[in-house]
Structures are given as C-alpha cells and as structure tokens.
C-alpha cells in the first residue's frame, strides 16, 4: 500500500498469506483505499471509532508467510472466477497485490525442511524484523489465518506450526492475533513467552457465520427462560477450510469453540453436535444449518431451525482488517497481554469477557474510548507512536525482553522431534 510517509505506517504479516482469505484482505484494503468499494463490514470504519486513533487503511503494508507459490495476483484471479472478489477489482489492484507479493516469504515446516524448531522460529522472526525495518513501518502486527491444524497431541509432541509462528512474532516484538482455531498462542510454551513478552494478542478462531448466530441466539433463549433441549448443526465447506477440516482432529479443534458458545450462553450443554463436510465444489462458500429444539411454556415442544449460506474470506476479510487496526492501536497506547475486548470477533477469545455477542459489542465499543488519544485528536488516519519513529515501537518491545528469549525459546524446543509436514498454508 501507498502511504504518506509523513504518517507512521502498520505493516499486517499474515501467516497463509497467499490463501483465500490474505488475498481478499489485501485486494479489499487496496479496492476501499482506492474508493472502488465502501468498507462493509468492518466495525473500526463505522462512527463509534472515529478518533480512536486507528491505522487507516492506506497506511497498512501487506507481507507474511507461506508454504504456497501462487503469485497473490493469479489467486485473485481464481476468487474473481469462483465469485468471491467482485469483477475488475483484481485488475484495479493488481500493483498492489503484486507489492504484498514481493512481501511473502517461504514459511514452514515443509517437506525435507532439515531446520529445528529454533531455527524455523529465528528465520520467521528475522523475516518479520526485516520487513518492519526495510518498509520503516512504525510497528506491525501478525495475523494468522492459515488452515486449521489438529489439537496437539500433548506437551512431548513437535510445536505445531501455528505455535512456531507465534513465537517469532514475540521475538520480533509484534502482537499477534489467532484468526484460527490452532493452537498457536495457546500453546504452554508460547503461552508463557507471551506472558513475558508485555505485548498485546488476540484469538482465536474467527467467528464468522455459524458460531456468530450462535452467540446472539443462545442468549435470547436464556433471557426469555426457553428451555433448549437440542442444539445440532451441519456444515457444508469447500476450499481449503473444507479440505483441511476433512481431517477429524482438525474438525474436532474447530467444533471447541462452537461448542463453547453454547455452554457460556446457556449455561448448560445441549444435545447434539456439530458436523463438517467437505464439499470441494462448494469452493470458498459455506452453508451453516443448526436444527434447535426447545420447551416453552407448560413445557410446549418447539423448533427454531437456521440457515446461513456465506463466502468464508468475505466474512472473513474485514474482521482480519479491523483486527489488525485494533491490535496495532491496542499495541500504540501500550495495552499489554490478552485483548479480552476483540471477544466480540471470536468463536473462543483469551482472556475474561462476556460469551453474548451484544455484551462482547459493549466490550468492543469500551475498548474504542479506551484507544482515544487523550487529546481527543485521533483521526483514524495513524498516530505518530509514544517515544521514537518508525520502528521504534517495535525495538522498545524486543528491548523489554522479547528479543532477549531466544535463548529461551531454544531451550524450550531443543531436541522435539520434528513434526511431520503441514498443510499448505491456505485458509
């Protein structure tokens, strides 16, 4: 992205970064920067925000990491034909697809890759660090919204990916946000570099369709004293999310948090269960269907039945931007560890705070006040960062003592037998 550089810029590294949903959050940054389109659904662009001091979008800069190869301009040519990215836009945005392209470096582990976990760990955080100083961004943030991997099997398995990639954000000082239902921050290990690292994260697993109604459905049953008795539901998914879910252990990780909705809004779990199918001629869409039994009055047997038919990365898209925004605004203000107030966008949010969408918006609306410069003057369009210039935000981070746990964290992965190949960074 082009940007002033009499304005401090945010640099977004996403993990999956040539997948379904980095492309269309790179083309649709660069299609609403450029007035092609207007930012529907994204919160941070709607009035509740405005002076909270946010990145705009024109000062985001685009990079990550990826197993895949696809230049990001050729997978945006595949969304336009499945539907996905509107006709012509692709075209419009073509430089800058191309320039978050130069910007994506070879993730991993892959296939025949012979580095230890603490190699893979310094050469993720060195790409990060050299993308924040090359571009001189004032700070930037790391977005993982690659495919979903399998539960850990335990604390004597290889690190999963996700876990590895959390790790080098901590080392190279930048705040980190799980749109995915891996395990990521969660992971003991990193779970405490986090703890030490003094910066803000979020996550995780984005709640983008099925789970959202859950989260304003199952509050309304309890408010109203409805009995509910049975709560099913079946998804139908293509893509890569449908591909990777494909793998029961996977499916298992992503059905926590659907299920965990429920049991926090009403207070007990239901029966039923919620089931995955992988249909590849569905693409990038999805259909959601929840099948809900319940007892009313005199005990009254009654059925309410949804159905949600949606394109995943256009859900999934401007939750990734506003994110992003927050979290770098969050890190700006010197807000430090979970950000339980980006509740309001996840299937199973860190930290204490409400489970109702309406109480995790509150939350949300609070968190804009708390973000306001304390002169009133946030604009929306950046904020020279507290103490230094570009880049150095970042540097303070690492000099509190994130970039001093590299020890730390190869004692933590030396000698864990190598995990077995991921999955194509693709979500």
Same mark, same amino acid.
């Given at each position: 992205m082009s940007a002033s550089l009499s304005r401090p810029r945010v640099g977004v590294w996403l993990i999956g970064a040539r997948g379904s949903v980095a492309t269309t959050v790179v083309t649709g940054c660069a299609a609403i920067t450029a007035g092609l389109h207007p930012p529907t659904?994204?919160? @941070?662009?709607?009035?509740? $925000?405005?002076g909270s001091g946010l990145p705009a979008l024109s000062d985001l800069v685009f990079g990550g990491h990826d197993t895949l190869d696809c230049p990001l301009p050729k997978r945006?040519? @595949?969304?336009?034909?499945?539907?996905?990215?509107?006709?012509?836009?692709? !075209?419009?945005v073509t430089a800058e697809l191309a320039a978050a392209d130069r910007e994506i470096r070879p993730g991993g582990p892959t296939r025949g890759d012979t580095r230890s976990e603490a190699e893979l760990? @310094?050469?993720?955080?060195d790409d990060i660090r050299d993308f924040v100083h090359r571009h001189e961004l004032d700070r930037a943030v790391v977005v993982n919204v690659a495919s979903t991997e399998p539960a850990s099997q335990g604390p004597d398995s290889p690190l999963p990916a996700s876990t590895l990639y959390a790790l080098a954000a901590l080392r190279a000082? +930048?705040?980190? &946000? !799980?749109? *995915?239902?891996?395990?990521?921050?969660?992971?003991?290990?990193?779970?405490?570099e986090a703890e030490r690292s003094g910066l803000p994260y979020a996550g995780r697993d984005g709640k983008t369709g099925q789970t959202l109604l859950r989260a304003v459905l199952g509050p309304m049953f309890a408010q109203r004293a409805l009995s509910v008795r049975a709560w099913s539901g079946t998804n139908l998914l293509g893509g890569g999310d449908g591909a990777a879910l494909a793998d029961p252990a996977a499916a298992a990780a992503k059905n926590a948090g659907k299920e965990r909705v429920l049991a926090d809004t009403l207070g007990t779990v239901p029966e039923g269960e919620v089931h995955i199918d992988d249909v590849p001629a569905l693409g990038d869409w999805k259909t959601a269907w929840d099948h809900i039994a319940f007892?009313? $009055?005199?005990?009254?047997?009654?059925?309410?039945? *949804?159905?949600?038919?949606? +394109?995943?990365?256009?859900?999934a898209a401007p939750l990734v931007l506003d994110l992003a925004r927050l979290t770098a605004r969050a890190h700006e203000t010197g807000l430090t560890g979970p950000l339980a107030e980006l509740g309001f966008y996840f299937k199973d949010p860190v930290g204490d705070g409400p489970a109702s969408l309406g109480e995790q918006y509150?939350?949300?609306?609070?968190?804009?006040?708390?973000l306001r410069p304390? !002169?009133?003057?946030?604009?929306g369009n950046g904020a020279t960062a507290p103490?230094?210039?570009?880049?150095?935000? &970042?540097?303070?981070?690492?000099?509190?003592?994130?970039?001093?746990?590299?020890?730390?964290?190869e004692a933590a992965v030396q000698g864990a037998d190598r995990r077995e190949p991921a999955a194509g960074e693709r979500r």
């Open positions: 659904g994204m919160v @941070t662009e709607s009035a509740i $925000f405005a945006a040519e @595949t969304l336009t034909a499945g539907g996905v990215l509107p006709p012509g836009v692709a !075209n419009a760990i @310094t050469a993720f955080a000082g +930048c705040p980190y &946000v !799980n749109f *995915t239902p891996s395990e990521g921050m969660h992971h003991p290990v990193a779970a405490r007892d009313g $009055f005199l005990g009254t047997r009654m059925i309410l039945q *949804t159905i949600w038919q949606g +394109c995943d990365s256009a859900l509150a939350a949300l609306t609070g968190l804009g006040e708390r304390a !002169n009133g003057d946030g604009d103490g230094g210039g570009r880049g150095g935000a &970042v540097e303070e981070a690492a000099a509190r003592g994130v970039g001093h746990q590299e020890s730390a964290d």
